[in-house]
Each structure stands twice: as structure tokens, then as C-alpha cells.
């Protein structure tokens, strides 16, 4: 809705000659083919951004025209939409409160110390809104920066382009090469002791120079970097510069390359240390490089990188799309659609969009709150978890002011704003309905619920070929999938030492036995010296005769047998209880399941139906039925397969030699019919749905947390 050309109160400004801030400085943007106008204040760093028109207006305020002839000029030089006195009225109040025009009267020395203790209690304020980011200034790192320019003019140069992508590269192709021994680490291999060391120093060395980064890409456009200091994110300290001079900057590449720097520079770094990674030999200058290409790599990717959290991905993303203070517009287009739309508010005055604008607007704040709002709920728990008190005072804070101080604020404009005079009755009944609605929605509406777990086969019992002596494979003696018996062979395995130590061992009962046939009788003494040695001979043979038997690997049950290297096992050396092949018995299979005990409640309480899914990279699902459960609460695990080390779910207790995990389980075995055209072998993996009755999810949620803080805090 357009706001009314003429003002009842243009005549409390119309008389007063204006001029325009000495030092305000000035830069033109263009955004989605819209001309803007971006005011800096050098006193205060702040920047405003204008219309054209409205520019137009600014521009012409030189303390001798009246506010009167200014507005008539920019309505002659705009006769297609001039500026309403209604528009002009909220510009000067814009500009006076940016300290960027004088009036033609002496300054009012309370309103000016007034403003001052404003701004002093807004900048406290937002310390207090949020605790878990403080900045603390430290030093001007302009001077050096000056000092060092033509770094700066070296690095973000077409010859530092080059370079940059041939690192890049050279990384990207180390990685396909060596596909095979890349994988992501699990949290109980970082945070080990040994690693946490040069996991700090890898975390100092790549923030550095990030942040330098970010001033010589500054710097490298002719901007100054005046400010460094250190931001305590949630409790733990990170470097930053003030780039805020680049907004100014007219070029969006500038703009965007001074926000991308950072990840740049912690790119190039992860993909130094990575090629260093591949090249050196285990030690501390292998294990550095893996920190450094963790910390510069994965961690910049899904942080910094990240355009829904305001770090550089969002400005990098804001310069990208055109769409300057993104974060803000887009909370503030949300609610207008809120009001106008939800609660049919037909008066609320409309933000400054640009066309085909709306539709990114809405999406970025929606998903920015959800993905903040996730965030916000695992550094709250990690927070109470790593210190109960003061931790959960923070979490409690911040909490509140993310999301009771804004139902709070939504309140007080459904009761006291004056624009809702009119429609304040039916604006409230919309309200109610809304809010009747999304409470039944979260506490009355049922919605699917289902429990998922990873799963092991338990292998039969003698189902699983184990090697009984150490060996060569000679021969394997069975097709993959073949039908045996029980004690036919399925390996046979040759010991070079053993077929020498049998030749030995022939040849000293062979020599007993003739030491002992010379012998007169009458020597009785000598005689039983050799028979000793005679028997010690064969029993030694014995032995060795049932050591060369336990060479041939028998199947001790019927079934198919199933060898998965059959074509590479001959000519392979196999220890003492290696399995090489196993043996499926024909039958229901069982599988054992572990699952966390705070989920293990709906499990209990019965399902609709369990779908078991094995991992054999087709779809493929089973009906699965329980067949017992563990009457205790344990962190025993039947098996490594469930947990992160083989890529399952639970988290493992890094020194331990069995399978522990970190958060208690209640163990499960469950049954499945078997599928002749399906042959798994024992250790197999597969994911497992637990589908109850639909519930609200409401109680689901109350329930968790709950359960979380009775486990945290009730003992």
C-alpha cells in the first residue's frame, strides 16, 4: 500500500534549511538493475543505503535551499513516481539518526549526548543478548598492512589466480588418486590426547591467516582495515578484522572477492597441507598436515562457507544474488507476509523489494531460522553438558532471547500497536486461531513415527570357517555359493616349516628306533633311554600329523558356502583364526541391534511392523519380528559393525579392545525368514525401521528432553 502523498506534519520541516555531513562519503551500487547510493559516516563507520530519488534529495541539501524546494526539485526530476512528504519525512529521520545532515540551527547539545548514551546502550545491550559472541578489540593492524601492500597486490592478481587453482587442483587430483584411503574422521579420533595439541596449532595457523586474508583483500581495492581483535564464540576464541570498508566498495567482485578471502586462504592451505599429507612419512609433520587440511578444509566448507549463518559464505551469497543486508530484509519481508497475509494487516507498510526478489527473500528466512535454530540447540546442549551451571544459564539466555523475547515483542504489537487500532479485534481472533491451530498440530496431530538402528547378522553357530593353524592357501576346493556337507573340505592350506619339522622328526624315531634295536638286553639303563626318546618321537609326530590336519578347512555344518576372495586367496598367507569363508545354513537368520536406551521405549511398547534393509546396494526389505531383548541396560555391543568404526551410528570408546559404547543401549536380537535367492553372510549389515503408531510429536519432543536432562543432571 503506497503511503499518502502529503503530510499533516510537512510543515515542521518544510521551512528548515538542511545541509548535507562534510565527511559523508558516497559510493554507487547497482542491485538488480537498481541504482543505489551508499552513505558512510566516518565517524561512526556506519553506512545507509539510498534510493536514487532519494540520493537525489540528499545530494541537493546545502544549508541554503528549504526542505520545500529541495522536494519540489526531486519531484520535477522524478514526474513518474516522485517522492511523497511522507517518504521525505522518514528520510530525514533516517539520516538524523546516522549523523548525516546539520540543520540550520545551533546543535542541541542534550539530543546530541542523548543519541551518544543510546548508541552506548545498544552496543551493551547486544553484549547481554548474546554472550556466547563477544568481541574483543585488540590492536590496528592498518599500519602493517600498508607496510606490506604489495603482498596484497601479488596474492589477489591474475598470477596468484593461477596459483591458487593449481593447488587446488593438484589437491583435487591427489584425492580421486587416493579415493581409496581417504575417509572422514570420527569425533573419537580428533579428540583424542595426542591429536588435540596440533589440532590448536593447525586452528591458530589457519585462522591467522584467514583473517590476513581478509585485510589484504581489503587493502588490494584501496580499502583500510583499522580493527583486529579476538570473538569469543561460545567461549572459544576466534580472530577476526573489521572488512566492513568493502560494503563500500562500488564493484560486487570486490565486494565479494574481501568476503571470500578468507575461505580462499583456508583452502589453499588445506590443499598444501593435504599434498604434504600424501608425500611425508608418518610423524609429526604428516600428522600437522592432517589437522591443517581438517581444520582449513571441512570445517570452512560447513561453516564459514555456509550462507545461512552470517559468516563469509552469507556476504560472499548477499553480493552473489543481489541482495545487500539479506539476513535483515528477509526476516523483515517474512513478517510483513505474516501480517498481510496470516493476519490480513492490509496496512502494513511494504519492505524495499526488488522484483523476482520476494520468492529468495522467503526462502533464505525460513531456512536461515531453522538451520540457526539447530544450531543454536546442539551449542546449548554441548554447553550444559560441558559446564551444568553456568553453561545452562548461558543456553537458558540465549534461548530467551532468540525465541520468548520475540514472542514477546509479536505480542505487544498484537495489544498495543497503533496501527491495529482498527483491526485490533479481528487481527487478535487471527492470531488465536493460528496459534489454537499450531498447538494442535504439535501436540494433538499424529504424525508418523518411526525408530531406525543399524543391524549385524549373527552368524550361525559353526557357521563361520575359522583357520585352525596358520598357512599358505594351496587350494580352494569349492565353487563361491556351492551346496557342501558337513566335514567336507572347503581350503587347503601348506606350512613350509612344518612339512621340514615332520622330515626331522621322522628321522629321530627312525635313529631311536635303530639305537634302541642295537642294544644288548642286559642293558636295561640304555634301553629305556631310547624307548623314552621312541615315544617322545611319535608323540611329536602325532602332533604334527594333527597340526598338518588342521592345514584342510572343513565345513562343520551343511549349507552354501560362500568365499568372497576365492580368486585371490591361493598363494595368501592366513593366520591362525582368520575366517576366509563362511557357511549359510538354511533357516531364519537373526540379527543383533542395539539401541540408544532413551529411544528404546516406543520399541518396547510395541511396533506396527519392523522392515529390515540389508546394505547390498540394492532396495531390498524384509519383515522382521523380535525375538528377544537384553533384560539390562548396557554399553556392550555385539559387534564393531554397529558402531562409527565401521560405519554405524554409536560411538565407541576409542581405548577399548571390545566394542563399548559411549551412551548406554538396550540390546536386541531380531528374526528374519529366510530368502533363498538372497544369500548373506554372517557380519552382513543392514538398517532397521521400528514403525509405531503415529503420535504428536510434541509429547516426542518433551519426552527427549526430559530424558536428556534427567540423564545429564538425575544422578
Known amino acids: 500500500m503506497a503511503t499518502a502523498f502529503l503530510s499533516q506534519d510537512w510543515y515542521r520541516v518544510a521551512d528548515l534549511r538542511l545541509r548535507r555531513h562534510g565527511d559523508v562519503t558516497t559510493a554507487r551500487h547497482v542491485y538488480r538493475g537498481e541504482v543505489w547510493h551508499v552513505l558512510q559516516n566516518p565517524q561512526s563507520g556506519k553506512m545507509h543505503r539510498l534510493t536514487d530519488a532519494a540520493h537525489a534529495f540528499f545530494a541537493r541539501l546545502d544549508g541554503r535551499r528549504s526542505v520545500q524546494d529541495v522536494w519540489l526539485r526531486c519531484c520535477a526530476l522524478f514526474p513518474d513516481r516522485p517522492p511523497s512528504q511522507t517518504e521525505i519525512l522518514n528520510l530525514l529521520a533516517q539520516l538524523h539518526a546516522g549523523d548525516l545532515i546539520l540543520g540550520d540551527r545551533l546543535p542541541n547539545l542534550t539530543e546530541i549526548d542523548r543519541r551518544t548514551r543510546e548508541e552506548d546502550r545498544r552496543t551493551l545491550l547486544a553484549y547481554v543478548k548474546n554472550p556466547l559472541s563477544l568481541r574483543f578489540p585488540l590492536f590496528d593492524p592498518e599500519p602493517f598492512l600498508r607496510w606490506s601492500a604489495p603482498v596484497a597486490r601479488l596474492v589477489f592478481?591474475?598470477?596468484?589466480?593461477?596459483?591458487?587453482?593449481?593447488?587446488?587442483?593438484?589437491?583435487?587430483?591427489?584425492?580421486?588418486?587416493?579415493?581409496?584411503?581417504?575417509?572422514?574422521?570420527?569425533?573419537?579420533?580428533?579428540?583424542?590426547?595426542?591429536?588435540?595439541?596440533?589440532?590448536?596449532?593447525?586452528?591458530?595457523?589457519?585462522?591467522?591467516?584467514?583473517?590476513?586474508?581478509?585485510?589484504?583483500?581489503?587493502?588490494?581495492?584501496?580499502?583500510?582495515?583499522?580493527?583486529?581483535?579476538?570473538?569469543?564464540?561460545?567461549?572459544?576464541?576466534?580472530?577476526?578484522?573489521?572488512?566492513?570498508?568493502?560494503?563500500?566498495?562500488?564493484?560486487?567482485?570486490?565486494?565479494?572477492?574481501?568476503?571470500?578471502?578468507?575461505?580462499?586462504?583456508?583452502?589453499?592451505?588445506?590443499?598444501?597441507?593435504?599434498?604434504?599429507?600424501?608425500?611425508?612419512?608418518?610423524?609429526?609433520?604428516?600428522t600437522l598436515a592432517y589437522n591443517l587440511t581438517l581444520i582449513g578444509g571441512i570445517s570452512t566448507l560447513l561453516f564459514n562457507g555456509n550462507p545461512l549463518l552470517r559468516f563469509d559464505g552469507y556476504f560472499v551469497f548477499a553480493d552473489l544474488m543481489e541482495s545487500p543486508n539479506l539476513g535483515q530484509r528477509s526476516n523483515q519481508f517474512f513478517w510483513h507476509l505474516v501480517r498481510r497475509v496470516l493476519l490480513r494487516d492490509r496496512d502494513a507498510p511494504p519492505p524495499l523489494v526488488a522484483p523476482r526478489e520476494g520468492g529468495l527473500l522467503l526462502v533464505y528466512a525460513v531456512g536461515s531460522f531453522l538451520y540457526r535454530m539447530s544450531v543454536l540447540l546442539f551449542i546449548s546442549i554441548y554447553l550444559t553438558l560441558a559446564m551444568p551451571v553456568i553453561g545452562a544459564a548461558l543456553a537458558l539466555w540465549s534461548l530467551f532471547t532468540v525465541l520468548i523475547l520475540p514472542a514477546f515483542k509479536a505480542l505487544r504489537y498484537l495489544v498495543a500497536d497503533p496501527a491495529l487500532d482498527l483491526v485490533r479485534a479481528r487481527v487478535l481472533a487471527r492470531a488465536a486461531l493460528l496459534l489454537v491451530l499450531g498447538f494442535g498440530a504439535v501436540f494433538v496431530l499424529p504424525v508418523p513415527h518411526v525408530t531406525t538402528a543399524d543391524a549385524v547378522l549373527d552368524p550361525a553357530e559353526g557357521s563361520l570357517l575359522r583357520v585352525m593353524g596358520s598357512g599358505f592357501v594351496e587350494r580352494v576346493l569349492v565353487a563361491d555359493g556351492q551346496a557342501i556337507k558337513p566335514g567336507q573340505p572347503v581350503l587347503e592350506l601348506s606350512d613350509p616349516f612344518l612339512s621340514l619339522e615332520r622330515r626331522l622328526a621322522l628321522a629321530e624315531r627312525d635313529d631311536a628306533r635303530a639305537r634302541l634295536g642295537g642294544l644288548p638286553l642286559a642293558d636295561r639303563n640304555g634301553r629305556k633311554l631310547w624307548q623314552e626318546q621312541l615315544g617322545f618321537s611319535e608323540a611329536r609326530l602325532a602332533d604334527l600329523s594333527r597340526r598338518e590336519a588342521m592345514l584342510v578347512l572343513r565345513a562343520e555344518v551343511a549349507g552354501r558356502v560362500h568365499v568372497p576372495e576365492a580368486a585371490s586367496l591361493p598363494g595368501r598367507f592366513l593366520q591362525q583364526g582368520e575366517v576366509p569363508a563362511t557357511v549359510l545354513a538354511p533357516g531364519p537368520s537373526r540379527w543383533r541391534v542395539a539401541i540408544p536406551a532413551a529411544d528404546a521405549g516406543p520399541v518396547d511398547a510395541g511396533s506396527r511392523r519392523i522392515e529390515l534393509a540389508p546394505r547390498l546396494g540394492r532396495p531390498l526389505v524384509y519383515r522382521a519380528r523380535i525375538l528377544a531383548r537384553a533384560p539390562e541396560v548396557t554399553t556392550a555391543l555385539p559387534s564393531f559393525a554397529l558402531t562409527t568404526k565401521a560405519g554405524g551410528g554409536l560411538l565407541v570408546d576409542p581405548a577399548a579392545e571390545s566394542p563399548i559404547s559411549l551412551t548406554p543401549v538396550v540390546n536386541y536380537l531380531l528374526t528374519v525368514e529366510a530368502d533363498p535367492a538372497v544369500t548373506l553372510p554372517g557380519g552382513a549389515r543392514a538398517r532397521v525401521r521400528f514403525v509405531h503408531d503415529p503420535s504428536p510429536i510434541g509429547p516426542r519432543l518433551w519426552r527427549a528432553l526430559t530424558q536428556t536432562f534427567l540423564r545429564q543432571f538425575g544422578s
Open 157 to 286: 592478481s591474475p598470477f596468484g589466480a593461477v596459483v591458487w587453482l593449481v593447488l587446488i587442483g593438484a589437491a583435487l587430483a591427489g584425492a580421486i588418486l587416493n579415493r581409496e584411503a581417504l575417509a572422514l574422521p570420527g569425533m573419537d579420533q580428533i579428540a583424542t590426547a595426542g591429536n588435540l595439541a596440533y589440532l590448536a596449532v593447525a586452528y591458530l595457523v589457519v585462522k591467522a591467516l584467514h583473517e590476513l586474508g581478509h585485510g589484504y583483500a581489503v587493502k588490494r581495492w584501496g580499502g583500510e582495515v583499522h580493527e583486529f581483535g579476538v570473538m569469543m564464540l561460545v567461549f572459544f576464541p576466534v580472530p577476526y578484522v573489521d572488512a566492513s570498508q568493502a560494503t563500500f566498495f562500488p564493484g560486487k567482485g570486490p565486494r565479494m572477492i574481501v568476503s571470500a578471502a578468507g575461505i580462499l586462504v583456508e583452502l589453499a592451505v588445506a590443499a598444501a597441507a593435504f599434498l604434504v599429507w600424501l608425500a611425508a612419512d608418518p610423524g609429526p609433520v604428516r
